[in-house]
DNA sequence: GCTTTTTGCAATATATAAATTGCAAAAATA
DNA sequence: TATTTTTGCAATTTATATATTGCAAAAAGC
């Protein structure tokens, strides 16, 4: 049992403000449910790497960009 | 059932070459099985946010130096 | 204030990341 | 070339990412 403490993204929800998008909208662009963005925005779980990429493409940011964080 | 075409990691098989370490090492070192770290090179499949991470902070990297394909 | 849209939450189901073991081939080193 | 180390592969199991639905609270718009 792997007790994974994550921070919220407030990155990804800035950039998809940026963008004027929903959750919803986001998420059908990327493909993927509401809820998985939601948690992502919430820091409540690990998104693979292809969904990472995805949600970069849509959001023309890169991974460091959204999802690094430094050091 | 999703088709995933995945490239071949060679930035992440350089990056550990340049610290000399074999698969199982990185593996130890990073917290996970060597069979992951090697399908992973293999680009054959996709590996968590958080296990790029790990992988990242053990190579001295960043996610869009070992991760993101430009484009 | 009322209505609509957006977001958070919870429970259950499904897909897939990752572990584990064992073996064979390849690569490195003596 | 013989030995050791490293990597690839395959099958099975386990953990967890993601889907789905439904509901409530908050935020935004009227």
Redesign the pocket.
């Known amino acids: 049992?792997?007790m994974?403490t994550m921070m919220k993204n407030i990155k990804l929800?800035v950039a998809?403000?940026e963008h004027d998008?929903?959750?919803?909208?986001?998420?059908k662009r990327v493909?993927?449910?509401?809820?998985?963005?939601?948690?992502?925005?919430?820091g409540?779980?690990?998104?693979?790497l292809?969904?990472c990429k995805s949600i970069c493409k849509a959001l023309s940011r890169t991974l460091d960009e959204l999802f690094w964080d430094e050091d």
Chains 1, 2 share one sequence.
């Open positions: 049992m792997k994974v929800k998809r403000a998008l929903s959750q919803e909208e986001l998420a493909g993927v449910s509401r809820q998985t963005i939601g948690l992502i925005e919430l409540k779980y690990n998104p693979t292809s969904l």
